[in-house]
């Protein structure tokens, strides 16, 4: 009960699970030549460049979760395909050697004085900063959540706390509506909240409940999917297998002792419609670290203001950002947060020698498409919404090497290139693909 109720609070992308560590808090006060923010992807990858380039003396890392995980692969841990498990380990394990770890929670935020404060009452002084909080999800902002998920038969693959009830919610589906949920605010890794209704069909038709079910995807959004080349596939995939898009309903309400759940059209303010469900999949509001917004580093809307190309701060320039947390204008992915580290890791670079930035982001993200437990479209694009792909071939279409590569391959990459500071750039899947030609 305690566990889903702190759902309820605005809390980082990373959560936090009790487990055995080995790091000290904070002193009274503390300076590092380089102090990071979020000990998520970003954060990690970024601690271990830094080490090379500054020594790990000089570097700390603030992250109050002693436990690390992959969140990409809770879409398939949510569909029954790999286990919460496989998705972690302990941050001890994923910190680099030698890099003070500040178990403690940011508290504040102060760039004018080059210092932060710790919920522990620590100040700790910089030269510089990377911030990488990641964002934080409003489960609380549906009325009806976060106690709902006391209740059977709803689930939600954003949590760690309530993926695995995904699973049993569809394990436990007789017949009636399966419905899945976009909210109206940005997302991390937009793709997701769509990836789980195509694993449901799936697992419906493998075991003889499909004729019984009405599948449904109420979402916010206007389109299917925000890059047409890969929408009009996925429109294909929705027609072929009967399932059921409803563009513009947005989540504002869900009743779980009576499996009802109330949408609002956002094209016909004031309206609102029930729908009765037997398997509810939340995706919830999201918005900016509330650090970051209270602090002088926000834009109006409250995340990060970075520079797009080069992912400096745009008024503070020995502050930087990485992730979710910031205000780049492409999709926040796993696979955007491999692509900045390069850039990122240039940019220090070139202002620890007093020089201009040289290298430029062009916004490069991706999200690989699950359309069932064997088949993904690689969707990969730029600031711009163009297709910006890896592969020599239609990445539009269904492919079985393309899940191999997002159940399989991926993971094994991040834990053991991502978050060590060797791999990442500019097109992760095309550094991979062009290592595999070698």
């Known amino acids: 009960m305690a566990a889903l109720h702190r759902l309820g609070q605005c809390h980082f992308t990373r959560i936090a699970v009790s487990h055995f560590h080995t790091s000290s808090c904070a002193s009274a006060k503390q300076h590092y030549k380089m102090l990071v923010l979020g000990g998520g992807s970003g954060g990690i990858s970024m601690s271990a460049r830094m080490k090379r380039m500054m020594g790990a003396e000089n570097v700390a890392v603030v992250e109050p979760s002693e436990m690390h995980y992959y969140q990409p692969i809770w879409t398939l841990v949510g569909a029954g395909a790999k286990t919460l498990s496989s998705s972690s380990r302990s941050t001890a ?3 680099p050697s030698g890099v003070k770890w ?3 929670k940011v508290q504040e935020i102060n760039p004018d004085t080059n210092t932060v404060l710790t919920d522990d009452g620590s100040e700790i002084s910089y030269e510089y900063l990377i911030v990488a909080l990641g964002l934080q999800l409003h489960f609380e902002k549906i009325k009806g959540l976060p106690e709902g998920f006391e209740h059977p038969m709803i689930g939600s693959n954003y949590s760690v706390q309530t993926v695995e009830k995904t699973w049993k919610a569809l394990q436990d589906f007789k017949e009636g509506n399966a419905v899945f949920t976009f909210p109206n605010t940005p997302v991390k890794c937009a793709g997701a909240p769509q990836k789980i209704m195509y694993l449901t069909d799936a697992f419906l038709r493998k075991t003889g409940k499909r004729d019984k ?5 109420n979402t916010s959004l206007p389109v299917l999917f925000g890059i047409k080349k890969y929408a009009d596939s996925l429109w294909d995939i929705v027609k072929q297998r009967d399932l059921q898009v409803n563009l513009r309903q947005n989540l504002i309400e869900v009743r779980a002792d009576k499996k009802e759940a109330v949408f609002e059209n956002l094209d016909k303010p004031g309206e609102t419609k029930v729908f009765e469900y037997e398997m509810l999949h939340v995706t919830p509001p999201m918005g900016p670290n509330l650090v970051i917004k209270g ?12 520079n797009k190309d080069h992912l400096q701060h745009k008024r503070y320039p020995n502050v930087f950002g990485i992730g979710d947390c910031t205000n780049l204008p492409t999709a926040k992915t796993g696979a955007a947060v491999a692509a900045q580290t390069a850039i990122l890791n240039r940019t220090i670079s070139k202002i620890l ?3 201009k930035p040289d290298k430029k982001y062009d916004g490069y993200t991706s999200c690989p498409l699950v359309t069932s437990y064997n088949t993904v479209i690689l969707a990969e694009f730029d600031y711009n919404g163009q297709p910006l ?3 020599p071939i239609n990445q539009a279409k269904e492919r079985r090497t393309m899940y191999h590569m997002k159940a399989d391959v991926m993971p094994h990459l991040y834990w053991h290139g991502l978050l060590r500071g060797l791999w990442g750039g500019p097109g992760p899947y095309r550094k991979l693909f062009h290592f595999g030609m070698k």
């Open 353 to 355: 020698k007093n020089e």
């Open 389 to 391: 792909e890896t592969f």
């Open 295 to 306: 602090s002088p580093l926000a834009d109006e809307a409250g995340w990060l203001d970075v």
């Open 93 to 95: 394990s994923v910190m």
């Open 213 to 217: 079910a009405n599948i449904i995807y």
């Open 102 to 104: 500040v178990k403690s």
